[in-house]
């Protein structure tokens, strides 16, 4: 039921809304920030892979930070209103915010966001990534990257990518392989994992862009054939299947990531401290052991190093979003 869950937040970010207390009432942040308990904002549903890091990161906190730390799923405008929420709150240490790739994309894709997506926080650390990786039809002649770049050519539009709708992971990697290879495949939006996934698998289209986590099982019963992780290296959990660079595409690189960050004007030493804490409670056994079922990889780091990651990647995606041409539904 968990992986079910995760494959659908990956595609859809679907609507819900719960609230989840970790820990008892105890004294400080660290001597750092008040003894309210903390608010870890999810501007998506539960269930889904941002929600489910941001819980397990909420296990680990409340015992270390000696308060409550609740997760508050905040719904709406494709992550804007949880966004927009945790922009407004007091930078004190109390609310943070997990960011995910749609924050990113979402800067190119949402004219007028009611916040400025490289003013409004301060990045506290990465938490987790997982590559992403171009799969075909088994029926698609095309057995490695080169001969379908070639098959594209040779058949111009003649080729379907899927996605899980317009402006998603799934639809923004189609677009990155057109970009990256200079190939003309026509775009299919649908409306979710299931929808996409089992047209894949039945030749109505023929390529995706996915996370591993998402299509491994299909890759794993032979559905679904891999051609390249969009990684700079192997996936562990794809061995077999070469990374970006070495097929020549050294710059088709694409990871789903989930962050964490604090309202802007958040003291240093609060960042810091919630920097440290977060890490070191990723690096637990149990934290790992749950990561690695959910094939997740732990990327934790400095606040320097998120925000690099977090602001390179709106730069980047908002390239894409102008080259193509793509626009927000």
């Not at 997982?130 to 075909?136: C, K, M, R, Y």
Request: glycine share 10%; charged share 15%.
């Amino acid at each position: 039921m968990l992986y079910k869950t995760l494959i659908r937040q990956l595609f859809t970010m679907p609507i819900a809304c719960m609230t989840l207390v970790i820990s008892l009432p105890g004294s400080t942040l660290a001597q750092t920030a008040s003894s309210k308990p903390m608010t870890i904002i999810v501007p998506f549903a539960t269930g889904g892979a941002t929600d489910i890091v941001a819980r397990l990161v909420a296990q680990q906190l409340g015992p270390r930070l000696n308060i409550p730390v609740i997760v508050d799923n905040r719904l709406g405008g494709g992550g804007v209103v949880g966004r927009s929420a945790a922009a407004r709150a007091a930078p004190d240490g109390n609310t943070i915010l997990t960011m995910d790739m749609s924050y990113s994309t979402a800067a190119g894709l949402t004219p007028n966001l009611p916040y400025d997506p490289k003013t409004a926080f301060v990045p506290i650390t990465m938490a987790v990534s997982v590559p992403h990786v171009l799969v075909v039809n088994p029926a698609v002649p095309a057995k490695n990257m080169k001969e379908l770049i070639a098959l594209a050519k040779a058949q111009p539009d003649k080729l379907n990518f899927g996605s899980g709708g317009i402006g998603t992971n799934t639809h923004l990697g189609g677009e990155l392989f057109k970009s990256m290879t200079g190939v003309s495949v026509m775009h299919v939006p649908y409306k979710g994992a299931g929808a996409v996934l089992a047209d894949l698998m039945a030749g109505q289209v023929q390529i995706l862009v996915s996370t591993v986590t998402t299509v491994l099982p299909y890759i794993q019963s032979g559905k679904l054939r891999p051609l390249m992780v969009l990684s700079d290296q192997r996936s562990p959990a794809l061995p077999d299947v070469p990374a970006a660079r070495e097929v020549g595409l050294p710059d088709m690189t694409m990871d789903f990531w989930v962050a964490f960050a604090a309202p802007k004007g958040t003291p240093a030493p609060i960042i810091e401290k919630l920097n440290r804490e977060i890490n070191a409670g990723l690096n637990t056994p149990e934290a790992q052991k749950s990561l690695n079922d959910m094939g997740l990889t732990k990327v934790a780091g400095t606040p320097d190093g998120a925000a690099k990651v977090v602001y390179g990647e709106i730069d980047r995606w908002a390239a894409l979003i102008r080259q193509q041409g793509i626009q927000p539904e």
